[in-house]
């Protein structure tokens, strides 16, 4: 669902902080010698920017240092910290790996855990999963980690991985945790998101009662006790109360502006909606559009639906809301063209084109040279990518970059660099469309970059292979983009996570193809990079054919 009209926006002032306050983040790259959470730092830009080893010169070097097999896989981007590598699986673990000696240094059963915490119902038990799929975050002695039952914050030790503490940030029974943690002076940044969208069709029923929210942890590891610093709803209580639900915080990692003490986090499509807006709906002249953003005004300010958010990190004020137009309802029972016909009784009022922000923005200091100017870029599943000002959350400009589709668009995250930000197009609806600037045309998905300074998109290179699709977030070293060709599908069968995946290397600049690793299963994750090694996991537990294969966890290595 491609959007020409990306001008109008709604930015809603919370706080009267100093605008003129430099941005002071510890550096302009995001300050980590080692890979830290989903986004490699707390810019959340997915740049290695002081990797000085790999590059064009020697990716074709790589190979497997070692494996390990796990049922299922390995889809979160790993963490890296003291010469050992920490992630989720599939299969309900968490490991630590000396990813040097390839020897396991632990395993925690984070089914345990979670079964620990409370045993879930039965309706939990069919629809969420007790395990995480985040990547962790470490302070110290202490790794932080979601999980997507229960929608818990686990602290286990470093050293140990003995469960230390464990919270629980939204008490609805199909709340969970999809969104990878930041860690930042002293408190872990996380939202909650929920399954609850894909259930009103069971028998019995009654949706929609989810709304998203941010917290704010501070963790003592002494009383092994949480704190909850501030909690901040998606949609305030009083609209809850007339029937919104929904609008989750999905992913990737909050971003931070460290000098004026901001998070930056994007919202998902709400659920459900009151009956005064689905009668504004109805009535609206000209009349409201299914499954595309209708620009009425039915949406309230204060439903923050398909947003993004700047909060002040210490107290949890919101100082402003960049709110797209038009109501965003969808859940599965408000149908999908090409997928089945909307329910009216379950679905009632006219289904939005659940143009979620997938993914949290990157924070982008000015100092990286982008036009001077500190600003916040996000991806969303429309396909639509944009740099919001961090002063306010006004557009600074705004790039269709392909077709939208029921899982994007752009969802799972960005890289940023210097000069460009790096994305991959799902098109998960098969569209055919045509390549920028000139290039030829596909009906799955790109690869591509645009400039920070302008929007303009500089390259788009169709994933390399028959009917091949990519779901996973780009990665930014040295001269390369390294990225996930997540698998085939040339039937249209939804059967690429049977099928097998690869690693692929592009030039930055150019998007030339370079290298398409190929690999055992397929390929959804991200990958993170330290000095000359390659780490990412294969295998997902997602829709369609399942994979016929274990997932596998690589550690692969450059030769230096």
């Avoid at 501070?218 to 809850?240: E, G, K, L, T, Y």
């Avoid at 600003?375 to 599943?381: A, D, N, S």
């Amino acid at each position: 669902m491609l959007r020409h009209a990306l001008t109008l926006f709604l930015c809603l002032w919370r706080a009267q902080a100093d605008d003129a306050e430099a941005s002071g983040a510890s550096t302009v790259a995001g300050g980590s010698a080692e890979w830290s959470g989903w986004g490699g730092n707390v810019l959340n830009n997915r740049w290695a920017a002081q990797n000085r080893i790999v590059s064009s010169a020697n990716i074709h070097s790589i190979a497997n240092h070692c494996t390990l097999d796990f049922p299922i896989g390995v889809s979160a981007t790993p963490v890296i910290s003291g010469g050992a590598v920490f992630f989720p699986t599939w299969d309900g673990a968490f490991v630590a790996l000396d990813y040097r000696s390839c020897r396991v240094l632990w395993r925690v059963n984070v089914t345990a855990i979670i079964y620990g915490f409370a045993t879930p119902s039965a309706f939990q038990a069919q629809n969420t999963k007790p395990i995480s799929r985040t990547s962790p975050q470490i302070d110290g002695n202490v790794i932080y980690f979601g999980t997507l039952t229960h929608a818990l914050v686990v602290a286990v030790d470093k050293a140990t991985g003995r469960t230390l503490g464990t919270v629980q940030i939204n008490p609805h029974p199909l709340a969970i945790v999809t969104m990878s943690p930041t860690f930042f002076d002293g408190k872990l940044l996380v939202g909650a998101s929920s399954t609850e969208e894909n259930v009103p069709l069971i028998p019995g029923y009654h949706c929609c009662s989810f709304a998203g929210n941010m917290v704010a942890l501070a963790f003592n590891s002494a009383a092994r006790r949480f704190r909850v610093v501030w909690d901040v709803p998606s949609i305030p209580p009083a609209r809850q109360r007339e029937g919104w639900a929904g609008a989750a915080f999905w992913g990737s990692q909050p971003a931070i502006d460290a000098g004026r003490r901001l998070v930056f986090v994007g919202t998902g499509n709400a659920y459900a909606a009151s009956n005064a807006t689905v009668r504004c709906q109805l009535a609206a002249v000209p009349p409201d559009v299914p499954y595309v953003s209708n620009n009425d005004s039915c949406l309230p300010s204060d439903v923050w639906q398909d947003s993004v958010l700047a909060i002040n990190v210490d107290t949890g004020r919101v100082k402003w809301v960049h709110q797209r137009y038009g109501v965003d309802i969808f859940t599965a029972a408000c149908g999908y063209p090409g997928f089945g016909p909307q329910d009216p009784v379950l679905c009632p009022g006219v289904p939005g084109p659940d143009a979620d922000f997938g993914m949290a923005p990157t924070f982008v200091p000015g100092a990286l040279g982008a036009a001077a100017k500190d600003k916040v870029v996000v991806g969303r599943k429309n396909g639509d990518l944009y740099a919001l000002s961090v002063l306010d959350g006004r557009v600074l400009w705004a790039t269709s970059t392909g077709p939208g589709g029921i899982t994007g668009g752009l969802s799972w995250g960005i890289a940023v660099d210097d000069s460009r930000a790096y994305f991959t197009v799902i098109n998960s609806n098969y569209k055919t469309w045509r390549l920028s600037p000139s290039g030829p045309t596909t009906d799955r998905s790109a690869y591509g970059a645009v400039s920070l300074a302008t929007g303009a998109i500089l390259w788009q290179t169709p994933v390399p292979g028959a009917g091949a699709l990519s779901l996973g977030p780009p990665t930014v070293v040295g001269d390369l983009v390294l990225v996930a060709r997540t698998g085939q599908d040339p039937a249209g069968t939804a059967s690429y996570d049977a099928t097998q995946g690869g690693l692929v290397a592009l030039s930055k600049a150019t998007g030339r193809l370079l290298m398409d690793k190929q690999l055992s299963t397929n390929f959804h994750g991200g990958v993170a990079v330290q000095d000359q090694y390659v780490l990412f996991g294969t295998g997902y537990s997602g829709f369609g054919a399942a994979a016929t294969v274990p997932g596998v966890f690589h550690v692969m290595k450059v030769r230096s």
